[in-house]
């Protein structure tokens, strides 16, 4: 079965310096992967997601993850964040062909003035 | 609406009653999903129903969880007997593909 580890629970960066929000899974099988934002007291919104082709992969609000299949990470970074980017990141992967998405823990995201 | 919805926004019950949540899924979308968010838990997968296929329960975490979805629209999450540790915010989802879900924004359960 996949599983997708994110290895930071928490990340604090100061406004307008770049970030990176790391996404490692696990599966034999080819896979589909997504980066998902839940803002305080909302649901879930997508950012962006890879189906195939083009490894880095542009999404919302400026961010983009790319793709490392020899690695199994999925990283999503953005180059200069704004307070609005203050959220918890999720990661998760679903199995091409099948539709259980499956989350990572989550990444709390603080942005310091 | 256009997005999927979700009722009520918070439940407040007493140990040992049993609730109901309810979801609205997209209209036309096939598959829905409910996922269980706990406090530093992230996203535990509960329950899947695609289409008229038979649904996958594999994530309920005990035979106090059941959900239906009628008429391949709406969907209802039972918790019977409920306890403390089932206090969370439960999130349902919906897809036409499998490319992109679609959340609703949670029922936030408390059980005191």
């Known amino acids: 079965a996949q599983s997708v580890t994110q290895l930071d629970s928490q990340v604090p960066v100061f406004e307008e310096a770049p970030v990176e929000l790391r996404c490692n899974y696990s599966?034999?099988?080819?896979?589909?992967l997504f980066w998902y934002v839940q803002y305080p007291n909302q649901g879930l919104q997508l950012l962006l997601k890879y189906l195939s082709g083009s490894t880095l992969v542009k999404g919302i609000n400026g961010f983009e993850a790319e793709f490392n299949k020899s690695q199994t990470s999925f990283h999503l970074r953005k180059p200069s964040v704004h307070i609005s980017d203050t959220a918890e990141y999720f990661c998760?992967?679903?199995?091409?062909?099948?539709?259980?998405?499956?989350f990572g823990q989550g990444t709390r995201l603080t942005i310091n003035p | 609406g256009a997005g999927v919805s979700q009722s009520p926004s918070n439940k407040v019950t007493e140990k040992g009653k049993d609730v109901e949540l309810r979801c609205d899924p997209i209209?036309?979308?096939?598959?829905l999903y409910w996922y269980r968010q706990s406090l530093g838990q992230g996203l535990e997968f509960l329950i899947y129903f695609q289409g008229n296929s038979a649904p996958d329960k594999s994530g309920l975490p005990s035979d106090r969880f059941s959900a239906e979805r009628t008429g391949g629209s709406v969907s209802t999450l039972t918790i019977q007997r409920t306890q403390q540790e089932d206090s969370a915010v439960y999130l349902c989802?919906?897809?036409?593909?499998?490319?992109?879900?679609?959340f609703g924004q949670g029922t936030r359960l408390t059980v005191v």
């Open positions: 998760a992967v679903s199995l091409q062909g099948a539709q259980k998405l499956v």
């Open positions: 989802a919906s897809s036409l593909t499998n490319t992109e879900a679609f």
């Open positions: 599966s034999s099988v080819s896979v589909y």
């Open positions: 209209s036309g979308h096939t598959a």
